[in-house]
């Protein structure tokens, strides 16, 4: 298929500039980017690749490093990872601590805050030194020693984080963080800081389009049954309370960041990353999402 005429075309037919929306304002470094960037890489299982625009200039991943976190919470804990978070989509939005109060502090999934944060708390019991450890396996995934945290988002999101703090404070008093609340947050804030472009972000997901194997090494690093897992909860967790509308409209698990960022795969064939930092109001690219949908229609290939 002609992948690269697809993303010209669907490219051509959006304009950025025209795209409804708005750039994540709480965490004031998010603000100063750009809403008129547009990048988008696709990567496909033949190790072709195909990009468009600002596909190689890093933004912030903020949430989408969460799928990360997880698969290396999972390579560690396996099964008994489940009795720390559900894998329920939540349909609330990614910071809200509602649900908490009746489930017993017991996260609805591991892709919203409350979840990531119960991730972190673990790696933190599991690992020595779990940020250099996220760092290492990032760098493995995209085959490349060029990816870093950006302390000043990461300070900026902790000079605004009282919600995050409450999330791990409440869910302490239900015995599920067993660590210190200041080194979850700072491990959490961390994650969420991470730079990265479209074709890294793509390199790395393609591990969930290729049954846990780097495409290049061919290294094993998530069993068949862990891939199927994380890519499960992706479809249906992976875009906070519109998860549902992502799998109607593009068809692929994937997740998000408040960045603008988004990560998707199509288990077999392709891992995709686009980047627009405007976002609709239930905090997903507005502009990411019509061109996964453009590109998931004109290629007929999705998952459904
Ligand atoms: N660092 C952000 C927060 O905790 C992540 C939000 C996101 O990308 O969903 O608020």
Redesign the pocket.
């Known amino acids: 298929m002609e992948y690269q005429k697809i993303i010209d075309e669907i490219a051509r037919e959006i304009k950025p500039e025209k795209f409804p929306g708005e750039v ?1 304002e ?2 004031p470094e998010l603000a100063k980017v750009s809403g008129d960037k547009f990048g988008i890489h696709m990567h496909c299982i033949d190790k072709g690749h195909y990009c468009h625009g600002d596909s190689n200039e890093k933004f912030s ?4 490093a ?1 799928v990360f976190t997880l698969s290396m919470a999972v390579r560690q804990m396996d099964e008994d990872l489940w009795e720390r978070t559900d894998v329920e989509p939540s349909g609330d939005p ?2 809200s601590l509602t649900q908490l109060e009746y489930e017993s502090g017991i996260p609805r999934n591991p892709l ?2 409350a979840g ?1 944060l119960v991730i972190c708390d673990v790696l933190l019991s599991q690992m020595k030194n779990p940020r250099a450890e996220l760092l290492q396996f990032v760098r493995k995934l995209v085959g490349s020693d060029d990816i870093h945290f950006d302390e000043t988002v990461a300070k900026s ?1 902790a000079k605004h ?1 009282a ?2 703090a409450a999330l791990v404070s409440f869910m302490k008093s239900f015995d599920n963080i067993h660590n210190k609340t200041e080194d979850v947050l700072d491990l ?2 961390h994650t ?2 991470l730079s990265m472009t479209c074709k890294e972000l793509a390199q790395a997901f393609m591990i969930y389009a290729n049954r846990g194997v780097i495409l290049e090494t061919g290294e094993q690093i998530l069993s068949g049954i862990q891939t199927k897992r994380i890519n499960a909860i992706m479809q249906t967790c992976g875009f ?1 309370d519109e998860a549902g509308e992502f799998a109607f409209r593009v068809g692929l698990p994937g997740k ?4 603008g960022g988004i990560a998707a795969v199509h288990p077999g064939y392709y891992s995709v990353a686009v980047w627009s930092p405007k976002l609709n109001p239930k ?1 997903n690219s507005a502009l990411g999402m019509r061109v996964l949908e453009l590109l998931t229609t004109k290629t007929g290939l999705s998952v459904f």
């Open positions: 994540a709480y965490i991943i903020q949430s989408i969460k990614f910071n919203i805050n990531a999101e984080g919600r995050n959490y804030f969420c800081s906070y998000s960041g408040v960045g905090s």
